[in-house]
């Protein structure tokens, strides 16, 4: 046998995480790190290198409220069952209290409405989003550090043996699960440390430059780590996989959610049970005004969320509801100077499908191609 002196890239990963990857980096913005920790456990899981007889992967999400930790997850589920609801939600903070544990595994034979009380954790919820392809399970204990001893104790089992023991005695297994922690532990400290310093560390933090960026980067998921070996004991940090940290999101990353969010608006409406579809064009000064309703970098994705639902979906639901669009329009939503709001204008109409598409499929720029769309549709009567 000749002896081979073969290298190889332990860097490279196969074509379904890969795949994974393209797909979360798309639908996350801004946490590149922390999708990437995500995309290594589960490259882990298809290697058939996860321990056996626990979860495939407890993961600890830290960061700031608004930075995607939820989303994530969600996103995960999208990519991989290609559904963002296949997720098991616990908000722990509805379990604050010891007694209200039978809700998650059921109330013991004998005890005082045993047969009302179903356990929110069985195998079959746990299951029940499996595909052919993919046979992953989502768990996700939102704001771990509410949660009561008796939540704790239970979770710190599931942690380490991936096996839960219900009211009546049965077992679920959690060996086919990917368990999310999220947390706002630490959330202060990394705000103060991601937001710019008045003088020459401010001018440092605007200069784009990766090393600035990697040296925040480690400086962040030290601070978040801290906190929460800080607060959670020794055992609970031991039966964590991996300690995820996401940053706080900054004015051009919340450009990219907001763009993202239009087009979610954009998929509600082309699929509204009304039938009434339109497509709708956000101009810059527009999409300005949204950022500056709803930046706060204590509140970071979610509170630009409340600001294009109260500023855009609420007078696009106005604008169907009294008949003002019809099936086919464009609208233009811009900014009114004076009003200081957005107007909203009819600048096409009766567009068919494939004029619709056509407009979506090239992220339309009123400004330098109505002209050209007008001409294209007034030629084509296209049903």
Known sequence: MSQLQIPLDPTRTGADATSLHHALHGMVVG?????????????????????????????????????????????????????????????????????????????????LGHRETHAALNQRELDKYHTDNVQVSFVLFDEIEKASDALWNLLLGILDKGVLTLGDNSRVDFSRCMIFMTSNIGAAEMEAIATPKLGFDAR???????????????????????????????????????????????????????????????????????????????????????????????????????????????????????????????????FNEDARSLSFTRKAEGLGVTGMARILRKGIDISSMYSEAAAYFRQASIP
Request: net charge neutral.
């Open 31 to 111: 946490q590149d790190e922390a999708v990437d920790q995500i995309v290594d456990v589960y490259q882990m899981h298809l290697a058939g290198m996860s321990d056996p007889g626990r979860p495939i992967a407890n993961l600890l999400l830290l960061g700031p409220t608004g930075s995607g930790k939820t989303r994530t997850v969600e996103a995960l589920a999208e990519a991989l069952v290609n559904n963002p609801q296949a997720v098991i939600k616990i908000d722990c903070g509805e379990f604050q209290h010891s007694h209200e544990i039978a809700k998650l595994i059921g109330s013991p034979p004998g005890y």
């Open 204 to 334: 440092l933090a605007n200069v784009k430059s990766d090393k600035i960026d990697e040296k925040l980067t480690r400086k962040l998921a030290k601070t978040g780590e801290d906190a929460a070996r800080r607060r959670f004991t020794p055992e609970f940090i031991n039966r964590i996989d991996k300690l995820v940290v996401f940053k706080p999101l900054d004015e051009p990353e919340l450009r990219r959610v907001l763009d993202i969010e239009l087009t979610n608006v954009q998929k509600r409406i082309l699929h509204s049970p009304l039938e009434k579809p339109f497509v709708f064009n956000v101009t810059d000064p527009a999409k300005s005004f949204l950022l500056a309703q709803g930046t706060d970098r204590r509140y970071g994705a979610r509170h630009l969320k409340r600001a294009i639902e109260r500023l855009l979906v609420r007078p696009l639901s106005n604008l169907i509801a009294s008949d003002q669009v019809s099936s086919g329009d464009l609208i233009q939503v811009d």
